[in-house]
């Protein structure tokens, strides 16, 4: 993450929900770091690379210094590539450029992985 906050974070442990049903099933997916960030996607099960936007969204929490910032892409700002789409595996990327914290007072561009297994 950079912009108004650099970080590098691993979010290391799957949350809840997890759920994925490969298309045209659904998926909400929410993994945890170590320091209580939080990472997750939600909406249509897809393969390849889909925006943001009302049925897709991702959501991103982090620490800065002592305050959590939340940040939510359902605007197009985020695009999230699904590479691999089986029924007992999901994993992919994605790519924010000038995400806005749900305030709206911090701006950032974003890239990661993610894996989730049965």
């Known amino acids: 993450m950079r912009g108004d ?23 909400a997916l929410n993994w945890l770091s170590s320091d209580g960030g939080t990472f997750g996607i939600s909406g249509p099960a897809f393969q390849g690379t889909m925006q943001t936007g009302s049925a897709l969204r991702l959501e991103l929490g982090v620490r800065n210094s002592d305050v959590r910032v939340e940040f939510r892409s359902d605007d197009g700002s985020c695009s999230v590539t699904i590479d691999r789409a089986l029924v007992d595996e999901v994993s992919g990327s994605f790519a924010c450029s000038g995400l806005e914290s749900t305030e709206g007072s911090i701006a950032v561009d974003a890239t990661g992985t993610f894996t989730a297994t049965k």
């Open 5 to 27: 906050i650099t970080l590098d974070t691993t979010f290391d442990r799957l949350g809840t929900p997890a759920i994925w049903k490969p298309a045209p099933g659904g998926m």
